[in-house]
């Protein structure tokens, strides 16, 4: 300051002259005053520096703690700009080469920030608009008064929300320019006419670059976050091919839900093609109704997609809008999954295509090239994952071969074994063979069929359903070329078909279609040169047989031999002893219960009590149960024995031995139930691991050809019941069922009487409901008449008295204008207020006559509107407003509390509206009437309180109206709704609001309406309504 001085009076004279004219004291001053100013310019420049220099250290800040997150980069630069820029709003918009789009909004009423939000993108149509210069010129736009603006002028819609809504006045624009090219602009407001500083400019324009710099550095770290997320994705799918070389299925999924996530897309999926036909291998769900409506049109053939006919091309197909395509079925499934483009990669072996990868998104459009390589990756990774697993199974094959080899070998050492622990337990034996035989040669199911007293018998089953067992049981084979078994027999060797329907011989149509075998293979069990039986094994699907198998077979054969003749020799030893004991035990086990029956005939608890033990000791068994059908369950209702019960309640179904006896009606005996594989008796297995039991006999019950239970016999080692057993056995459920049926019958007997004791209450009831109701009717009748002859006459009556009354004070006026004695004038008065008054309270009775008369006839008359459907939670709404305002208009000060209870369900019934309603406002303001007057007997503390509950039931709806009032006494409650009955004094009442409603609600809507009361604490009035009419 001082420099400036000196130089400024240096050379001239004109200087020294006018600093002589100046005195030293004022020259002192002027230059204290000059450097106080100078002082203050410079430290506000330094704050405002200082400032501009922490909100860049902020945004930078904050751009290192958001890597790739823009928006909190962005708020923050808005909000500084805002605050050193003394704006009041601004926001920061990006921009795409066709479109703006806010990032960022700051500051702004809330009523612009929610028409930003529901606009979304930001379209200015009029060329005018700052938004749109900024694209021109790319330059920053400084308006000092944006109402002079063209586009405001013009009335633009976009402008004159910021003006009109945000208030902004003074605008400045700065553009984002990263190579020259516009990627967003930077925009603050002020509500005022006041331009913006040069320094607040130029911090606008720091904070643009940085916005920039920002946009780059997201731009940068999410690449590399989607390169780093793709090998990822890629190093997991080649550690599932690794950990999964025999199944590709877990490789299908973890790419279908790879390629969705990092290709941003909707679903994702994987198809293989096996004889030109596509199958869904893979793809991840959207919803149940989309994922049925896709896996439903697949299996198909490959050229019914026009996609997958260009993806055989071996290159990746992109569909920008599957609407544009002619393929109708690929658009139905587009539309139910909901997306419009996709992308497909093949699936290339050995340039063949032998599937392909497919990515879809929510819109139309393109993929980008990044996207459509890392696809392909996926696809080549499939492909893989598929030959890693063919040649697996190629190695797993070979070792399969040896392993079977082995089995044989073991097999017919096990077998051996079982003959030797089993020899006079031909089904054991035979079950082993049987078994093994059909594991080791890859057969589902399997037979043995010997020679027994003339016929070929099943002896064993292996892997049959009940229905097959029961159809080998109940047919009895041949020996016929039209069968297997019987070219067995006829050939003695060996005889294999691979194909039953191709043979020319076979003439067995039933059974192949009975049980769907189509490859066989017989071998017959030989005895000096004779071939008395056959072990017949069947396969599903076509197929030779082996002739490792077959060797096999005839080898177990041969045991088969061996176990039928040793248990035929010690049979023949044990039957003749056995026959004679059994006999004389049944006899004896069969008369005692007959007599338990005799002696309890309503109870069958000790009958089959008597049953199970009795069943134990003559059967031989370990334990005995009888099961009865409940409902879809079977019930254990009687057990006796050893055998532990761990389960005493099991669905009624064939997976039990019970539940099979039950529906196939027929006894049912498994020798070893654990021999049986697969998922033929899941809950009889599961019992007998639980139970400890092997061998099960069951029963059924039969009552007229139905079954209602069974008898079950057990035992925990593997021994077959024999067929006096089995004899016995039903012998022991029939009289089970005579039992239960005595019961029943008595049940019967008294449930029936019970039954006609209720329908004669019930008569009793409807007949008394019937006479009020015609009582009621008739009084209706009578009420309307009577209503009617005396309306005109209490017309006059009231007219009459009104207009004497005025009369009346007519004569006042005129002797009031008359000379008259004191004394007489006195009397006068006093007769003319008589005759006053009297006429007053004639017109008070008279009006409150012709009230009830407008009542008798409202209660006579019939419906009144049309019936409609009405929303029953509205017109109880509807009836508490107006109740509870009416009440308050009539009676100053008046209160009460309302409660609602209003079920969403009620949903609308056909009524008349104004009669629910008028129903509805009677009984709302009886309620409202009876708590109040219960608060003027009581404290200060009693709050009257209504309220209304809706229910909507099976077949009806509830409506309770329901107050904390005086309630009803007991010697009133008959008569409630009787017409002209009512507990209000005389004048506050007619006795008909009860009967109106209750004609209304039962005579012209078929409903009821009834009440619960505690006096002094409470009245519920409940109207129901027929639900056939309502819509829910």
Same mark, same amino acid.
């Given at each position: ?5 000196s130089?400024?009076s ?5 200087a ?5 004219t100046v005195s ?8 204290r005053?000059?450097a ?5 310019r410079l430290?506000?420049?330094r704050d405002?520096a200082i400032?501009?220099e922490?909100?860049t ?7 290192n703690?958001?890597a790739g997150?823009l928006?909190?980069v962005f708020?923050a630069m808005v ?16 921009y ?5 789009a806010?990032?960022?909004l ?10 930003r939000?529901?606009g ?6 009029h060329p005018d608009?700052p ?5 021109r010129t790319k330059e920053?736009?400084?308006i000092?008064?944006v109402r ?17 809504i945000a208030?902004?006045r003074?605008?400045?624009?700065v553009?984002m320019?990263k190579?020259d090219e516009l ?5 603050i ?9 040069s ?7 720091n904070?643009s670059?940085?916005a920039?710099?920002?946009?780059e ?13 793709r ?6 799918i080649l550690?599932v091919?690794?950990?999964?070389p025999?199944?590709v #299925?877990?490789? &299908?999924d973890?790419?279908?839900? +790879? /390629?969705?996530?990092?290709?941003g897309?909707f679903s !994702?999926? *994987?198809?293989?093609?096996?004889d030109d036909i ?8 959207t919803s149940?109704?989309?994922?049925e409506v896709?896996?439903?049109?697949f ?5 019914r997609?026009?996609p997958?006919m ?8 992109q569909?920008g809008d599957i609407e544009?395509?002619?393929d109708?079925q ?5 539309r139910?999954r909901?997306f419009?483009s996709m992308?497909?990669?093949?699936l290339m072996?050995?340039?063949?295509p ?12 393109s993929?980008?090239?990044?996207h459509v390589?890392l696809l ?17 199974? #190629?190695?797993? &094959?070979?070792?399969?071969?040896? +392993? /079977?080899?082995l ?5 017919? !050492?096990? *077998?051996l ?8 337990d ?9 078994s ?5 040669c ?11 007293e003339?016929?070929y ?5 292996y ?8 159809h080998f049981q ?12 019987g070219r067995?027999?006829?050939d ?7 194909d039953?329907?191709a043979?020319?011989?076979?003439n067995?149509?039933?059974a192949q ?6 490859a ?9 040169g ?5 072990i ?5 699907a076509v ?8 060797e096999l077979v ?11 003749e040793?248990?035929?020799l010690f ?6 002893t056995?026959d004679?004991?059994?006999?004389l ?7 005692n ?11 069958v608890e000790p ?14 068994a370990?334990?005995s ?6 409902g879809?369950?079977?019930?254990v209702?009687?057990?006796?024995g ?8 099991w669905?009624d179904?064939?997976t039990s031995?019970?539940g099979l ?8 005996h498994l ?6 594989e697969g ?16 061998t ?7 009552s007229?050809g139905?079954?209602?239970?069974a008898?079950?016999?057990?035992r ?9 057993q ?11 069922v005579?039992?239960?049926?005595n ?11 019970r039954?006609l004791a209720?329908s004669l209450?019930e008569l009793r ?5 019937l006479?009020?109701t015609e009582k009621l009717?008739s009084?209706g009748?009578?009420t ?7 309306k005109n ?5 009231n007219?009459?008295s009104?207009?004497?009354?005025e009369?009346i004070?007519e ?9 008259l004695?004191e ?5 006068v008065d006093?007769?003319?207020g008589m005759?006053k008054?009297?006429l007053?309270?004639v017109?008070?009775?008279?009006k ?5 008369v ?17 929303d ?5 709404e ?16 008046f ?6 209870d209003l079920?969403?369900?009620a949903?609308?019934?056909e009524v008349?509206p ?18 109040h ?5 009581a404290?200060d ?9 809706t229910?909507a039931?099976?077949n009806e709806?509830?409506?309770r109206?329901r ?6 006494p007991e010697?009133?409650k ?20 009860l ?9 012209q809507?078929g ?14 009035f ?9 819509r829910?």
């Open positions: 300051m001082k420099r400036r001085l130089t400024s240096k050379p001239g004279e004109p020294r002259n006018k600093a002589a030293p004291s004022k020259a002192m001053r002027e230059n005053s000059a106080t100013a100078q002082h203050r430290r506000r420049e405002e400032e501009r922490r909100a250290a902020e945004v930078l800040r904050v751009m703690s958001s997150d928006e909190p708020n909000e500084n700009a805002l605050r050193l820029c003394q704006a009041e709003f601004g926001n920061l918009f990006i795409d080469g066709k479109e703006f806010t990032a960022a700051h500051g702004a009423p809330a009523a612009y920030a929610e028409a939000r529901r979304g993108v930001v379209l200015h149509p608009v938004l749109n210069r900024i694209i920053v736009i400084h000092g008064d002079n603006e063209q586009s405001y002028i013009d009335r633009d819609p976009r402008f004159c929300e910021l003006v009109d208030g902004a003074t605008l400045l624009l553009p320019l190579d990627v967003g602009a930077f925009a407001y002020r509500r005022e006419v006041r331009p913006f500083g320094n607040q400019i130029g911090l606008v324009r904070f670059a940085q920039v710099i920002a946009i550095n997201a731009r940068l770290f999410n690449e590399t976050r989607e390169a780093l997320e090998q990822t994705a890629t190093a997991d550690k091919i690794a950990s999964s025999s199944d #299925q877990p490789v &299908f973890a790419i279908a839900s +790879s /390629a969705k996530r990092l290709i897309g !994702a999926a *994987v198809f293989r093609f096996v596509a199958h869904l291998a893979a793809f991840t769900p149940s109704a989309a994922d896709l896996k439903a049109g299996p198909t053939p490959v050229d997609f026009e997958f260009l993806a055989q091309a071996g290159k990746p197909i569909i544009t395509l002619p109708s690929i658009k139905q499934i587009a139910a909901g419009r992308l497909l990669a093949p072996g050995d340039n063949v032998i599937g392909l990868i497919r990515v879809t998104r929510f819109e139309a459009g993929f980008v090239d990044h390589q392909q990756t996926f696809a080549d990774q499939a492909v893989i994952a598929i030959e890693n697993a063919r040649l697996f199974e #190629q190695v797993r &094959f070979k070792t399969n071969e040896l +392993s /079977a080899a089995q044989r070998q073991t097999a017919t !050492a096990d *077998v074994k079982v003959i030797s622990r089993s020899a006079f031909l089904r054991t034996v035979l079950d082993a063979l049987l093994s035989a059909c594991r080791l890859d057969a589902e199911i399997g037979t043995i069929r010997y020679e027994q003339g016929n018998r099943l002896a064993a089953a892997g049959c359903k009940p229905e097959w067992i029961e109940t047919y009895t084979t041949k020996a016929d070329r039209g069968s297997i078994f067995t027999i006829l003695g060797r060996p005889v294999c078909v691979p039953l329907l043979d020319p011989d076979f067995r149509p039933q279609k009975l049980i769907g075998m189509r066989a293979l017989g071998v017959p069990l030989v005895r000096a004779h071939a008395f039986g056959v017949n094994l069947f396969r599903f197929g030779s047989f082996e002739d490792k198998q077959i005839a080898t177990f054969a041969d045991q088969a031999v061996i176990a039928i040793n248990v035929k049979e023949q030893v044990q039957a003749k056995r004679l004991s059994e006999a035990t049944y006899q004896t086990g069969s008369s219960i007959l007599k338990v029956i005799a002696s309890s005939p309503t109870d009958v089959l009590r008597t049953i199970v033990e009795s069943a134990c000791e003559l059967c031989e370990y334990d149960v009888v099961v009865l059908k409940e879809q369950d079977l019930v209702r009687a057990h006796h050893p055998i532990g019960m761990g389960t005493r309640t669905t179904d064939r031995v019970s006896s039950i529906a196939e009606r027929v006894p049912i020798q070893d139930v654990l021999s049986y998922s033929k008796f899941p809950v009889a297995q599961a019992m007998s691991r639980q139970d400890g039991c092997r099960i006999l069951a029963v059924p019950m039969l007229e139905e079954s209602i239970g008898v079950v016999l057990r925990a080692e593997v021994q077959p019941f024999s067929a006096k089995i004899a016995l056995l039903q012998t022991f459920a029939d009289q089970a005579i039992a239960l049926g019961a029943r019958l008595f049940e019967k007997v008294q449930a029936r009487t039954e209720k209450d009831a409807a007949q008394d409901r006479v009020q009717a009084l009748q009578l309307a008449g009577i209503a009617h002859e005396i006459p209490l017309n006059f009556v007219n009459f009104s207009l004497s009354a009369l004070d004569l006042n006026e005129l002797l009031g204008k008359a000379e004695d004394k007489i004038r006195a009397d006093e007769l003319a005759l008054a009297n007053d309270k017109v008070q009775h008279g409150r006559a012709d009230s009830i407008k009542n008798m006839l409202l209660h006579s008359r019939e419906a009144t509107g049309e019936r409609r459907p009405t029953i939670n509205a017109i109880v509807e009836s508490l407003n107006l109740a509870y305002h009416g009440a308050r208009a009539e009676k100053s000060g209160t009460i509390t309302l409660k609602r079920d969403p369900n949903g609308t019934a008349y104004q009669e629910i309603t008028r129903v509805l406002l009677n009984l709302i303001s009886n309620g409202f009437y009876a708590a007057k219960r608060k003027e007997a404290d503390d009693f709050e009257p309180t209504l309220s209304a509950t229910r039931l099976e709806v509830e409506i109206i107050d904390n009032g005086l309630g009803i010697e009133v008959a008569n409630i709704f009787s017409p002209f009955f009512t507990t209000k004094p005389a004048g506050e009442g007619t006795g008909l609001g009967s109106m409603s209750h004609d209304i609600i039962v005579k809507h409903g009821r309406i009834g009440f619960e009361t505690e006096p002094g604490a409470f009245t519920e409940m109207i129901t309504l027929p639900r056939s009419n309502i829910q």
